[in-house]
């Protein structure tokens, strides 16, 4: 797998890569519906929704991103607690991590999109944002 690094994301109305979409991981049933309902609250109302949870797991990305709108809605998911972003602005990517921060949700780790994931397993994907969070984390101590 191929280090992708990180990049400053702008607040800009630039779309990011991929279809419009949000992959949920590790949201119980009350918390995805909680999501959707702080999407419509901030104005942001338009965006496809999948709930990740262990039936996802071997799919890749761009997979599950493809899967129909509300996908795994209602089964509580063990994954690690994760949002996956796809095909927004930087505008509303700013404006989702802010919400989801100023609610009483739990913290979470947060990806982007990007042709390189989009082919990812989502095991993968989940295994490399814990350990970059405990990397960061290693730095600050």
């Known amino acids: 797998m191929s280090q992708g690094g990180f990049n400053k994301i702008d607040a800009s109305d630039a779309k990011m890569y991929g ?9 119980d ?3 995805q519906e909680k999501f959707a309902e702080l999407l419509i609250e901030n104005g ?3 965006i496809h929704l999948v709930s990740a949870n262990e039936t996802h797991v071997e799919q890749t990305l761009g997979e599950i991103v493809a899967s129909p709108d509300r ?3 209602g089964t509580k998911s063990t994954l690690p607690r994760a949002s996956i972003l796809s095909g927004i602005t930087e505008k509303e990517l700013h404006l989702i991590i802010s919400m989801v921060r100023g609610s009483e949700m739990p913290g ?3 990806a982007s999109m990007t042709p390189t994931s989009e082919t990812w397993k989502l095991k993968d994907l989940l295994a490399e944002l814990i350990r970059e ?9």
Do not use: H, M, P
Request: aromatic letters at 14%; one cysteine or more; proline letters at 0%.
């Open 19 to 27: 279809s419009r979409g949000i992959i949920l991981c590790g949201y």
């Open 29 to 31: 049933i009350s918390e």
């Open 44 to 46: 942001v109302d338009n």
């Open 71 to 73: 996908t795994g809605f």
């Open 108 to 110: 979470q780790l947060w």
């Open 133 to 141: 969070r405990e990397e960061f984390r290693k730095r600050k101590a």
